[in-house]
Structures are given as C-alpha cells and as structure tokens.
C-alpha cells in the first residue's frame, strides 16, 4: 500500500511513521514545508533513507493509494499565534488532497479533524447525535481552529462518491511530547522534571489522552475496513479526570502540586470542561483501543523523564 502523509513534521505523525516502519507492506512517501528536518528526523531514528521525503509541490507528480493529511498545528499556543490563517492553511491543503482525489478516485483519503469541530462547550462528552454549536454571530478567535476543522468536514461529505475519512482527535500523548507546549499533561511533567510544584486550577475536567498504538490501530482499522465517507471520534478504553491523573502522577513520579483559583494555561480553543467522546463509530470499522488515557501516559512518562534524569 502507497500511503502519503501529508504534514510530516507533526507529532502525530512522526510516531504514526514510527509504528508503520514495522509493517514492510506499507511504502511511505513523506511530505512536509521542512523536508530537511524530516530527512534529519528519521536518520536520528535510525532510519535514513527509509521514506522518500519531498515538498508539497512534488505530491501530485505521484500515485497512491492512501493520503493522510496532518498539516495543521497541535499546540495551544500555536493555535493562538497562527491567528486567522488556520482558514488559508487547512483549506489549502485540503483541497490540494481533493483535487488529486478528482484524477485518483479510488485513492483514500484520512484527514486528521480535531474535537473541536463539535465546538467550544463540553458541558458533556461527545456522543453519536451531539452537534456542532457555533456562535455564528460572536465567533471568537479561540473558535477558528474548529470551524476550521468543521468546515473541512463539510467539504468532504460534499463527496460522498470519494473515500474520505474524518479522524477527530481529541487528547494525545506520547514520548515525543514537546514539554514546552501548554497543556496540563506537559506542565506537569515540567513541574516533575524541574522538581518545582505545579500551580494548577481546582476545575474538573475529564480528558481521553489516545496513546500512539491506538492511533495506529484505528488508521490501520479504517485502511483494512471497506471504503467509506464517513467521521471517527478518537479514543482510548477510558478517559481520566484530573483528580484521577495528578493523584496517578503523584504516586509515580513524586508530582507536587496545589490548587490555585486561576488557571495559567493557554486557552487557545475554549474551556472544555469534558473534553472526549463516547461516540464510538471507530467501532464499526473495526477498532478497539488497547490502552486507557492513565495507562498510555503513565508508559510514556516514564520513557520521557527516564531520558531527563
């Protein structure tokens, strides 16, 4: 199978490329703004020369039977500094992938969507007939990353003949975690790491972190599932709650931490108090998660501070 992965210097990516690099039957071509920076990336990997690696405007020059498409930003603050070009760079590439789909009709296509598309309100978790909430007449900037997905979701069903699948994700993590990054799970281990006590607000929320195993076998599921246009939540056995997830850190790695009135985390898409998805649509094309959020980040905690010590 000839797979493009379209956006490869994400995270995402880069440990989706890790886990296909066991599977020979899988021929991968990896296109990127940076192609250099992925050819580094994987001869530190010990891989060199594995992939071919090119610029975008090389991708149509190329037959595949499969397009993944992670171009996009999956960091808070990057969300925040991107502004309103999230619009122009999802829609570009986009329709850069359906355009090729338009001379390639049987190529799949697995475009990674995010939560957010449902909006900025998780009073509740995501269900199977949950909407999508946009404030039409008060759309604020922490809204556009969303609509952005949203509306890519929406071109696609406008095809319903062309094999399009929307992966929304949710919460992810893995060892290759930039710790910079603003996330609850990353100023946590910053606070291990640095030894300091972590400030963090008293909201409850609940979180489904998908370890990269399960995301290779929800992508390997719909490639081995019959062709379809259709959209998959994300998730991992079970999620965790943050009383749950400081209290599992504590015991594990020493985290300090303590309550404080005002979170200093970086809003960039909204408050989502419930944050996950118990649609479970993945199902259908044959996916089940092997691990729970705890127990993913648990594992590749002790892989991220064992390389800090």
Known sequence: MRIAILGATSQIARDLILSFSVAAEK??????????????????????????VNDFPE??????????NFVGVGNPAQAVAMGNSI??????????????LKSHPTCRYLFLSSGAAYGSVFSEPARRDTPAVVD????????????????????????????IVDMRVFNYFSRTQDLSARFLITDILRAIRDKAVLQTSSDYIVRDYLHP????????????????????????KAPI???????????????????????????????KANYYSLNTRAADFGYQPGLTSIEGILHESQKI?????
């Open 241 to 271: 709650d943050k009383p749950g997830l400081l209290k599992a850190m504590q015991a594990n790695f020493d985290l300090q931490y303590e309550t404080v009135s005002v979170s200093a985390g970086v809003n960039a898409t909204g408050t």
């Open 59 to 68: 991708f149509s020059k190329y037959e595949f039977d499969a397009v993944i």
């Open 305 to 309: 501070l064992s390389r800090r010590q």
């Open 213 to 236: 195993s399960d995301f290779y076998r929800l992508v390997s599921a719909l490639f081995a599932a019959p062709a379809a246009n259709a959209v998959v939540d994300c998730y991992s």
């Open 87 to 100: 619009f122009e760079v999802t829609l570009r590439f986009d329709e850069m992938v359906l355009e090729y």
């Open 27 to 52: 021929q991968l071509h990896l296109f990127a703004r940076r192609p250099d920076e992925v050819t580094k990336r994987l001869a530190s990997a010990g891989m060199p020369e594995r992939y071919p």
């Open 136 to 163: 039409i007449n008060n759309l604020a900037p922490h809204e556009w990353y969303g609509v952005a997905k949203l509306h890519a979701e929406c071109r696609h069903r406008a095809h319903p003949e062309l094999s």
